[in-house]
Nanobody, 126 residues
Framework: SAQLTQSGGGSVQTGGSLTLSCVLA????????MAWFRQVPGKEREAGAV???????DYLSSVKGRFIVSTNHAENTLYLRMDSLKPEDTAKYYC????????????????????WGQGAQVTVSS
């Protein structure tokens, strides 16, 4: 298992940018799938972006072209760069990681991830 510690988040205006970080301890294991989920009250947690340890990534259609998921293995850190933010991006964002298995796409449900960060609120005002 891995311990995930998030940083980042906050409040921005429409069109602004934020970067979320997630340190995986003690390291990022080979064969892992890592994801950024987001959740608003009353709705299921959804994956916005995923990346595996071969740097294959996948994005929710509504964030594609605006969000970039990346990893820095030397720093054991997962990042989510969010540009051109919209009010509908407002949510609590969580990083997650799990053994990749057969699939590492945004269709992989949150129940299939066993390691989670503590979450960070992102609020985009119009």
């Amino acid at each position: 298992s891995a311990q995930l510690t998030q940083s980042g988040g906050g409040s921005v205006q429409t069109g602004g940018s934020l970067t979320l970080s997630c340190v995986l301890a003690p390291y990022i294991p080979d064969g892992f799938c890592m994801a950024w989920f987001r959740q608003v009250p009353g709705k299921e947690r959804e994956a916005g972006a995923v990346i595996d340890t071969n740097n294959r990534n996948d994005y929710l259609s509504s964030v594609k072209g605006r969000f970039i998921v990346s990893t820095n293995h030397a720093e054991n850190t997962l990042y989510l760069r969010m540009d051109s933010l919209k009010p509908e991006d407002t949510a609590k964002y969580y990083c997650a990681a799990e053994t990749r298995g057969l699939s590492c796409t945004v269709r992989r449900r949150h129940q299939l991830f066993g390691n989670w960060g503590q979450g960070a609120q992102v609020t985009v005002s119009s």
